[in-house]
């Protein structure tokens, strides 16, 4: 009997290589990488990468601040050409633009995601005077907005990141006092400072506020899933330890060959170090002490590798796989987890219902209902508002006026219920006459619900008689059936307007002065008492 054996080896192991983007600084249109090639049976070492081409939509150059990668491999860049956060395609085409009231932004992270490549969360911080915020991209506008300033001293902001727990990480330095620190909030209650590490020990040290000496000036942060921050001091790249200080630090004298300042330290994938060296100044042309460090936290010599000079200084890193859109390696603030649900499971009960249900017009009234989820699945609610329409609930088409909201940013699970707190609205802020209201639920992905029963009400005159609309610019009192209508049939009049009726021995003086209301579309809107007794204020 013949017996074969084969023997069969194995190849080469293959190496593990991750793409990091180098943000530079000054009017770019292109974005360079750099690769950390690790290799099983050799230490890791950088190579260079390729290059991707940014194409604004209006075509030009732009400065940026800082780059985060999404999930999906689309890049957020914050700039400082006062274009707010831009978002690019992985391809370089800008897709989006989020408009913050700052245009011009010192870091951009994701703090929420409705898919891998759409946020509609950032935290954004921002100089002069150094402040943070949280910005909703649906909305456009901020959820909060603090300002992280001194009595003696304004802030400058190097990068706010999201952590776990629901809070954030500001670094922050006050350069007329050498001082920096790391603040930690809650997202809850970003006024209130949880944590704070210094730079050095200072007046205003709390109880048990740590020290991580060599982080100041700070330049950037960054945070991994235990709590521990990756910080750059312009001398001093450092892990720190929110609660007990620095843990490791490699400075500029573990390196003596190499000059310049630290400007940015990103985590890769694989918990290795790349850094970027930059001559100090505004450098938009290539300098010796522009590099790339790459570097092993772990090993008893951390230097692996450094780069080639770079063609100009670089302003920040960022791994290209998207593995820390929110500052935090490998954390994506449960994302993907929340979804907005089926909105039409949420049940309206105990309303809606004013009290007094027909306000005066210079009185307030307060809603209530009560909203319950009846279904079997959670469902996430960014907004709650009472819209109305200036008519009776026979013939509303659509309701235009959104006379009370409320940001709710929750989740009602299966059986939970939300009523609103005492809410009082202003009745002068809708025009004298009929109405009818409906509530619109306004889900996570800012989805519209109309749900509910109709409320028809009433907002009554001052002297407490009510107002009915002939048309769109005419109205006359209930009781005065010979009163004036109004000019013509409302052709081509503003929607909503109801102006008032006057005395026939005046028409004529009374026919020029509505003719010039109409010519301006303005209409007034007169009290009860005017429009029978004397003629209205001009």
């Given amino acids: 009997?013949?017996?074969?054996?084969?023997?069969?080896?194995?190849?080469?192991?293959?190496?593990?290589?991750?793409?990091?983007?180098?943000?530079?600084?000054?009017?770019?249109?292109?974005?360079?990488?750099?690769?950390?090639?690790?290799?099983?049976?050799?230490?890791?070492?950088?190579?260079?990468?390729?290059?991707?081409?940014?194409?604004?939509?209006?075509?030009?150059?732009?400065?940026?601040?800082?780059?985060?990668?999404?999930?999906?491999?689309?890049?957020?860049?914050?700039?400082?050409?006062?274009?707010?956060?831009?978002?690019?395609?992985?391809?370089?085409?800008?897709?989006?633009?989020?408009?913050?009231?700052?245009?011009?932004?010192?870091?951009?992270?994701?703090?929420?995601?409705?898919?891998?490549?759409?946020?509609?969360?950032?935290?954004?911080?921002?100089?002069?005077?150094?402040?943070?915020?949280?910005?909703?991209?649906?909305?456009?506008?901020?959820?909060?907005?603090?300002?992280?300033?001194?009595?003696?001293?304004?802030?400058?902001?190097?990068?706010?990141?999201?952590?776990?727990?629901?809070?954030?990480?500001?670094?922050?330095?006050?350069?007329?006092l050498g001082l920096s620190a790391l603040e930690i909030a809650s997202v809850d209650d970003p006024n209130t400072v949880e944590r704070i590490v210094w730079s050095h020990a200072h007046p205003d040290d709390g109880p048990g506020d740590p020290v991580a000496a060599g982080i100041h000036p700070v330049r950037d942060l960054m945070a991994d899933r235990d709590g521990r921050m990756l910080v750059t001091g312009a001398d001093q790249i450092s892990i720190v330890d929110p609660d007990s200080g620095l843990l490791w630090a490699f400075s500029l004298g573990d390196a003596p060959t190499l000059g310049g300042e630290f400007q940015s330290a990103r985590w890769t994938d694989t918990g290795l170090i790349v850094a970027a060296l930059r001559q100090p100044g505004l450098w938009t042309q290539p300098h010796v002490n522009h590099r790339v460090l790459l570097i092993d936290p772990d090993a008893d010599d951390?230097?692996?590798?450094?780069?080639?000079?770079?063609?100009?200084?670089?302003?920040a890193l960022e791994s290209a796989r998207g593995v820390a859109a929110t500052g935090t390696l490998h954390y994506d603030a449960d994302a993907f987890a929340d979804d907005?649900?089926?909105?039409?499971?949420?049940?309206?009960?105990?309303?809606?219902?004013?009290?007094?249900?027909?306000?005066?017009?210079?009185?307030?009234?307060?809603?209530?209902?009560?909203?319950?989820?009846?279904?079997?699945?959670?469902?996430?609610?960014?907004?709650?508002?009472?819209?109305?329409?200036?008519?009776?609930?026979?013939?509303?088409?659509?309701?235009?006026?959104?006379?009370?909201?409320?940001?709710?940013?929750?989740?009602?699970?299966?059986?939970?219920?939300?009523?609103?707190?005492?809410?009082?609205?202003?009745?002068?802020?809708?025009?004298v006459g009929a109405h009818c209201g409906r509530l619109n639920l306004v889900g996570r992905n800012a989805t519209n619900h109309l749900t509910g029963p109709l409320l028809l009400f009433e907002i009554l005159s001052p002297d407490g008689q009510g107002q009915v609309i002939v048309d769109e610019l005419g109205s006359h009192d209930e009781g005065s059936p010979d009163g004036d209508p109004g000019l013509g049939d409302g052709d081509g009049a503003s929607s909503g307007c109801a102006c008032s009726s006057t005395p026939a021995s005046t028409a004529p003086l009374?026919?020029?002065?509505?003719?010039?209301?109409?010519?301006?579309?303005?209409?007034?809107?007169?009290?009860?008492?005017f429009r029978t007794t004397q003629s209205p204020p001009l």
């Fill in 1 to 176: 009997m013949l017996i074969l054996v084969i023997h069969l080896s194995a190849g080469p192991a293959l190496a593990e290589t991750e793409d990091v983007y180098v943000l530079y600084a000054g009017g770019i249109d292109r974005l360079d990488t750099v690769t950390v090639h690790s290799p099983v049976d050799a230490p890791a070492h950088l190579r260079g990468g390729n290059s991707t081409t940014l194409s604004l939509n209006e075509g030009g150059l732009a400065a940026y601040s800082d780059i985060t990668v999404m999930p999906d491999g689309s890049i957020l860049l914050a700039s400082l050409s006062g274009h707010g956060v831009m978002h690019f395609d992985t391809d370089g085409h800008e897709i989006d633009r989020f408009h913050p009231a700052a245009n011009t932004v010192a870091s951009a992270v994701a703090a929420g995601f409705l898919a891998p490549g759409d946020p509609d969360l950032l935290l954004l911080s921002h100089d002069d005077p150094g402040r943070i915020r949280l910005f909703d991209t649906l909305d456009a506008g901020d959820r909060w907005m603090v300002v992280l300033g001194r009595d003696d001293a304004q802030g400058q902001m190097a990068r706010s990141i999201v952590l776990p727990g629901d809070r954030v990480a500001s670094a922050v330095s006050w350069p007329p």
């Fill in 302 to 315: 951390p230097l692996l590798d450094y780069s080639h000079s770079l063609p100009a200084a670089p302003v």
């Fill in 340 to 431: 907005e649900g089926d909105l039409s499971l949420l049940t309206i009960s105990d309303g809606p219902s004013l009290e007094p249900g027909q306000p005066g017009f210079d009185e307030s009234t307060s809603l209530s209902f009560t909203i319950t989820n009846e279904g079997d699945e959670s469902v996430s609610l960014r907004r709650v508002e009472f819209r109305t329409a200036s008519t009776d609930c026979d013939d509303v088409e659509a309701f235009l006026t959104t006379w009370w909201s409320q940001d709710l940013h929750l989740t009602l699970a299966p059986g939970d219920q939300w009523h609103p707190e005492g809410e009082v609205l202003r009745a002068d802020q809708l025009s």
């Fill in 510 to 529: 009374f026919v020029l002065f509505w003719v010039a209301v109409a010519i301006g579309r303005r209409c007034w809107k007169i009290p009860t008492a």
